[in-house]
Nanobody, 111 residues
C-alpha cells in the first residue's frame, strides 16, 4: 500500500500564498495521474486540480489562474502552488492518486 503525506498547509492572510506538497512512500506518480481535492466544513469534497501522466493540468474554475499543480517524479512528490488566496479557499486539502489518499493538510485563509 502506498502512503501519501501532505504538508505545507497553515494560516495565511487573504492574497497570500502557500505551497502544498504531497510525498509518496514509493514511486507511483510517474505512472498515474495525481489530483488535489479539498473539503470545507459542511461541504462535499471537491476536485481542485489534476495532472495527467503527460503533464497536462486541469483546474476547477474557482482556482483557475491562481493555483498551479506540478510533479517531480524523481522525488515522488506533487505540489500545489496556491497564490492570491481567498477566504473561500479555506479547507482541508487532500492528495489523491488512484485509490490512495493522504491524511490532509489544513489551509486557513483569514485576516
Amino acid at each position: 500500500q502506498v502512503q501519501l503525506v501532505e504538508s505545507g498547509g497553515g494560516l495565511v492572510q487573504p492574497g497570500g500564498s502557500l505551497r502544498l506538497s504531497c510525498a509518496a512512500s514509493r514511486s507511483i506518480f510517474s505512472s498515474n495521474a495525481v489530483a488535489w481535492y479539498r473539503q470545507a466544513p459542511g461541504k462535499e469534497r471537491e476536485l481542485v486540480a489534476e495532472i495527467t501522466l503527460g503533464g497536462s493540468a486541469s483546474y476547477v474554475d474557482s482556482v483557475e489562474g491562481r493555483f498551479t499543480i506540478s510533479r517531480d517524479n524523481a522525488k515522488n512528490t506533487v505540489y500545489l502552488q496556491m497564490n492570491s488566496l481567498r477566504p473561500e479557499d479555506t479547507a482541508v486539502y487532500y492528495c489523491n492518486s488512484r485509490e490512495n489518499w493522504g491524511q490532509g493538510t489544513q489551509v486557513t485563509v483569514s485576516s
